[in-house]
């Protein structure tokens, strides 16, 4: 969520607001801003967040998981939701499914944080150490759109 300002009474109001709290005019999205919006997903390193727009970090996610060679699910823009899935490796029958959750934390400003679950198959009833595994590919997927972002 952004803050423009109103165009009538000039009052910082979401972007997300179809009308003005204060004065009731109806939300235009004329922002100068549109300038300043960012075309290229970066890495920070000192604050740990990715800059960009949610659009340019979910890309950022896909690609990284495409270096990888890893299966993506699907990508929502919206929910800045990434899910993939890897193959099958040591100790893990079925491979694992990961997601990457980006949260806008401010303006062109984005935090990831991964998730990871074993995929379970028939028969497969005790796997070894497979939460560590399942996670440690989650921040292999992240670890890999830092180094996409420097
Ligand atoms: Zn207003």
Do not use: H
């Amino acid at each position: 969520m952004a803050l423009i300002n109103c165009t009538e009474c000039n009052r910082e109001i979401s972007d997300k607001a179809q009308t003005c709290p204060g004065c009731g005019a109806p939300v235009v999205f004329v922002s100068e801003e549109s300038t300043n919006t960012p075309t290229k997903a970066t890495y920070n390193r000192n604050t740990d967040t990715f800059s960009g727009t949610k659009l340019l970090i979910v890309k950022l996610a896909m690609k990284a998981i495409q270096e990888i060679g890893w299966k993506l699910d699907q990508a929502n823009e919206n929910l800045g939701l990434v899910t993939f899935q890897t193959g099958v490796t040591w100790g893990s029958w079925s491979g694992v499914s990961c997601s990457l959750n980006i949260e806008e934390i401010k303006e062109f400003e984005f935090r990831v944080t991964g998730t990871g679950k074993q995929n379970l198959s028939g028969g497969q009833l005790i796997a070894l150490n497979i939460g560590n595994e399942a996670q440690s590919k989650a921040r292999k997927a992240i670890d890999m759109m830092k180094e996409l972002g420097k």
